[in-house]
Nanobody, 124 residues
Framework: QVQLVESGGGLVQAGGSLRLSCVASGRTFSSLDMGWFRQVLGKEREFVAAISRRGGSTVYADSVKGRFTISRDNAKNTVYLQMNSLKLEDTAVYYC?????????????????WGQGTQVNVSS
């Protein structure tokens, strides 16, 4: 069993920055591909970014490319999402997810474990 705990959400003005963190436990972190998704109430969960087990491969949604950066520190069992130039439409609950086997980074169904989520609110 893998436990994921996100932190770092909050309220920020448009154009500002936030860094989300997700700490994993219960399994060797370097065996997990990791992803970030987000969800607005009433809408489907949306892929944001993903990173492979050793960090050699990253994938981004077009909507965040060039503004968000995903990274990981396997020594700290942590994956990060640095969010810059935030826009109103980035407001959502952000979820961290972990995948153990076959990796389809953009597909929520590919992930085996999910965190509880952290709220990000971007104001004008």
């Amino acid at each position: 069993q893998v436990q994921l705990v996100e932190s770092g959400g909050g309220l920020v003005q448009a154009g500002g920055s936030l860094r989300l963190s997700c700490v994993a436990s219960g399994r060797t972190f370097s065996s997990l591909d990791m992803g970030w998704f987000r969800q607005v109430l009433g809408k489907e969960r949306e892929f944001v970014a993903a990173i492979s087990r050793r960090g050699g491969s990253t994938v981004y949604a077009d909507s965040v490319k060039g503004r968000f950066t995903i990274s990981r520190d396997n020594a700290k069992n942590t994956v990060y999402l640095q969010m810059n130039s935030l826009k109103l439409e980035d407001t959502a609950v952000y979820y961290c997810a972990a995948e153990l086997s076959t990796w389809y980074p953009r597909s929520a169904g590919s992930y085996d474990y999910w965190g509880q989520g952290t709220q990000v609110n971007v104001s004008s």
